[in-house]
């Protein structure tokens, strides 16, 4: 197995983002790793590169190590695990991580959500990211992004993010669950 580094620039973006952890004493994330379920569709311009869907099967929760906040969940493809606080990959040339953060109960002063990712396809990254509202960088997520901790459940409904390298749109709907 190796490990890389290159996906965790993605908790690096994510704290730049919203630079900010959880004083809630009842910590909404539990930081565990664990099995996911679910399909997010694909639609926008990358559709011929990234194709129509990403599976997701593992997931971290609540890893302020790794994404700076406790209000967050990491979803990876089936060749991306979690392990000692390093993303370990099986695969290097494929597959997918994907960093969703929701402060909307508080945590961040100025971000209610966000999204950070990368794909990863035949060796070709693509690194996409949203913030809500809009701050004048990156685009809006939407109104149907959501983490319900307590239903262990991530929803993407119309949520949009932008390539950060040429600006194209890509939109995100689906339910991801976890164990």
Same mark, same amino acid.
């Given at each position: 197995?190796?490990? /890389? %580094?290159?996906?965790?620039?993605?908790?690096?973006?994510?704290?730049?983002?919203?630079?900010?952890?959880?004083?809630? %004493?009842?910590?909404?994330? #539990?930081?565990?790793?664990?099995?996911?379920?679910?399909?997010?569709?694909?639609?926008?311009?990358?559709?011929?590169?990234?194709?129509?869907?990403? /599976? =997701?099967?593992?997931?971290?929760?609540?890893?302020?190590?790794?994404?700076?906040?406790?209000?967050?969940?990491?979803?990876?493809?089936?060749?991306?695990?979690?392990?000692?606080?390093?993303?370990?990959?099986?695969? #290097?040339?494929?597959?997918?991580?994907?960093?969703?953060?929701?402060?909307? /109960?508080?945590?961040?002063?100025?971000?209610?959500?966000?999204?950070?990712?990368?794909?990863?396809?035949?060796?070709?990254?693509?690194?996409?990211?949203?913030?809500?509202?809009?701050?004048?960088?990156?685009?809006?997520?939407?109104?149907?992004?959501?983490?319900?901790?307590?239903?262990?459940?991530?929803?993407?409904?119309?949520?949009? =993010?932008?390539?950060?390298?040429?600006?194209?749109?890509?939109?995100?709907?689906?339910?991801? /669950?976890?164990?």
């Amino acid at each position: 197995m190796k490990k /890389t %580094p290159i996906f965790f620039l993605l908790g690096f973006l994510l704290v730049g983002l919203a630079n900010c952890q959880s004083d809630d %004493p009842d910590n909404q994330g #539990d930081d565990a790793s664990g099995k996911a379920s679910g399909t997010i569709q694909l639609s926008g311009e990358e559709n011929t590169e990234l194709g129509t869907s990403l /599976t =997701v099967v593992n997931i971290e929760v609540g890893n302020a190590a790794l994404t700076g906040t406790d209000k967050s969940v990491m979803l990876l493809s089936e060749n991306i695990t979690v392990q000692d606080n390093e993303l370990v990959y099986s695969d #290097d040339q494929n597959g997918f991580v994907i960093v969703v953060a929701d402060f909307s /109960t508080g945590g961040s002063p100025d971000i209610d959500k966000t999204i950070s990712m990368v794909i990863v396809k035949n060796g070709v990254e693509f690194r996409h990211a949203c913030s809500s509202p809009y701050q004048g960088f990156f685009t809006a997520c939407g109104d149907g992004l959501g983490i319900d901790f307590n239903a262990k459940r991530v929803v993407f409904e119309n949520s949009t =993010v932008i390539n950060t390298d040429d600006e194209k749109l890509l939109t995100l709907d689906g339910i991801v /669950t976890w164990e």
